[in-house]
């Protein structure tokens, strides 16, 4: 396992549509386990492979919060099949350091994908999980929390991302 580097917005790969995963062989598994040490490394809750630089629909989630403990939940080409109810939640993102948002999400979530083992498998998730799950599948197709964020609030973020790029020479 190995932790990799995680893109932050405005980087381009953020923003494309992952490839579905072929199959999950030696390739993918690697990237799944390197996904979760980064995630870990990270103090993060999920990441998808996007956020690695990898434009494959890849998941990894550890949501451990106060009382809450979900295992750990690795995925290919994940897709919510059902969503009900509403839930408020104020989400931060490791490609937006900083930047947090309130965004309007499914409270509970089915969701369908294929295991590290390559098994097709149906999930049932509710609350935190719910949003985690779909802020992540989000990140698959390319969207961001900054999307949900108003224009105001987007264009401070940008104009302080690019100042500290300018001041890193990165622009």
């Known amino acids: 396992m190995a932790v990799r580097e995680i893109r932050t917005y405005p980087d381009d790969v953020l923003r494309v549509k992952a490839e579905p995963v072929e199959a999950v062989d030696a390739e993918v598994r690697q990237l799944m386990d390197d996904l979760v040490a980064t995630m870990h490394a990270s103090a993060g809750i999920g990441l998808a492979a996007p956020q690695v630089g990898v434009s494959k629909r890849v998941i990894v989630l550890h949501v451990k919060m106060d009382d809450l403990d979900h295992p750990l939940t690795v995925l290919a080409n994940p897709e919510i099949v059902e969503g009900s109810g509403e839930i408020e939640f104020e989400e931060g993102c490791l490609s937006l350091p900083g930047f ?72």
């Open 100 to 171: 947090n948002v309130w965004i309007d999400r499914f409270s509970h979530v089915k969701v369908k994908g294929t295991d590290r083992e390559g098994t097709e498998v149906e999930l049932e998730a509710d609350g935190l999980f719910a949003v985690a799950l779909q802020h992540e599948i989000d990140h698959l197709e390319g969207k961001l929390i900054i999307d949900s964020a108003s224009p105001i609030k987007r264009a401070f973020y940008s104009k302080s991302v690019k100042k500290q790029m300018a001041k890193a020479g990165q622009l």
